[in-house]
């Protein structure tokens, strides 16, 4: 009788915290971060041109590519509202595709340090439960409709309603997110990201990598100046197995400049060609 009672209390406990929300319906938690989240289109942010540059990418690529010595290869973003965005790669002849489609992607993944997305479009497709523990809420999203490369999220909002933790399981592996953010005087006492660490697990393979942002104030907005990439990659093996662990350790400095706010130019290139 008595393991009854106990039996039925923990069944109503997690009855009473934890709870589904509909896949058309955003969690609370998640809408609240993303007030509380320094976005600069809240604030005016209509148009904005600048460059990127990564350190050491240059000689790289001269020694990769027989071109003679390149003179200097940068990136040049132009955003306009509502997302809009042209990334093109400067300083490389004509042709060379698929490396400036490589060169690309190895910065767009990095636009959101700009320009953050809000959090409630990426999850609001998944079928979501929330749960309480001690130290904040957990938010599970599973995909129903087995179409998504991802099959499961979830995160981690610690008592302040910050987001700690994002983690994404699909077949290709397990990439565990982790945040580590503050208020800026720029930021009108909104959170933005000081640190973001990625680990990720694909078959035998553990790759970590650490960003760490400094930001400058700009025109009234905040925008990042260098991210410094920390990356360590790592083969797995197991207990029985005799190889020795193998580590590879890279860092990676990518250095953003010439911002210019709200003057047009990136709606005239992006709608008409115009470069001025």
Known sequence: MLNTKIILSILLFTILNIRNVNATNTPAEVENFDIRYYHPVNYGLKDLVFEVRVKNLLEKLNK??????????YFKVYWMMPGKYKLEVNGLPKGFKEIKAELKSMIKNRLDFVIPLKLAPKIRSYSLTSSKLKSGTRIVG??????RAVNEIQLKFNRKGMLEGFKTLSPMGVNNS?????AK???HNKWVVDTLTVDSIQ???KTSMRHKINYVPIDGFGFPVKVVISTSQEILHTKSSKA???KRELNTEILFSKYEVNTGKAQRYITQGKRN
């Open 64 to 73: 990769r590519l027989s071109l003679g010595a390149l003179a200097d290869v």
């Open 142 to 147: 599973m995909d129903r409709t087995h179409t």
């Open 178 to 182: 982790k945040f580590k953010m503050s």
């Open 185 to 187: 005087g720029w930021s």
């Open 203 to 205: 078959g035998i393979q």
């Open 244 to 246: 020795s662990k193998s």
